[in-house]
C-alpha cells in the first residue's frame, strides 16, 4: 500500500502534477481504498453472522433433541412407576384376601 503511493508520488513529481492535483488524486484514491476496505469487512461480517446463525441453530436443534429425550425418558419411567404401583396394589389385595381366608379358617376351626 505504501510502496503504491510513493510509486504515484514519485511519478508524478517526475511528470510535474501540482500539488493541488496530487492532492485530490490522492484523496480520491483514499476514498476508494477505504470504500474498498469497508466492503470487504462487510463481506466478512456477513460471512461470519450467517456462520454463527448456523450454529445457534445447530445448537437450539441439539437442546431440543436433549429434551425430547428427556421426556420420553421421563415417560418411560412414569410408565414403569404405575406398572409397579399397580402390582403393589395386586400384592396388597392379595395379601388382604388371603388374611380374610385364614381369619374365616381360625373363626370356623374356634367355632365362632
Request: aromatic residues 2%; charged residues 40%.
Amino acid at each position: 500500500m505504501k510502496k503504491l503511493l510513493l510509486a504515484s508520488v514519485a511519478a508524478m513529481c517526475l511528470t510535474g502534477i501540482s500539488a493541488l492535483s496530487f492532492a485530490d488524486e490522492l484523496g480520491a484514491l483514499k476514498d476508494e481504498m477505504k470504500g474498498e476496505m469497508q466492503s470487504e469487512m462487510k463481506a466478512q461480517k456477513d460471512a461470519m453472522k450467517g456462520e454463527m446463525q448456523g450454529r445457534k441453530d445447530e445448537m437450539k436443534g441439539k437442546v431440543d433433541a436433549m429434551k425430547d429425550k428427556k421426556d420420553a425418558m421421563k415417560g418411560e419411567m412414569k410408565m414403569k412407576k404405575d406398572e409397579m404401583k399397580a402390582q403393589k396394589d395386586a400384592m396388597k389385595d392379595d395379601m388382604k384376601a388371603k388374611k380374610d381366608a385364614m381369619k374365616g379358617e381360625m373363626k370356623g376351626m374356634m367355632g365362632y
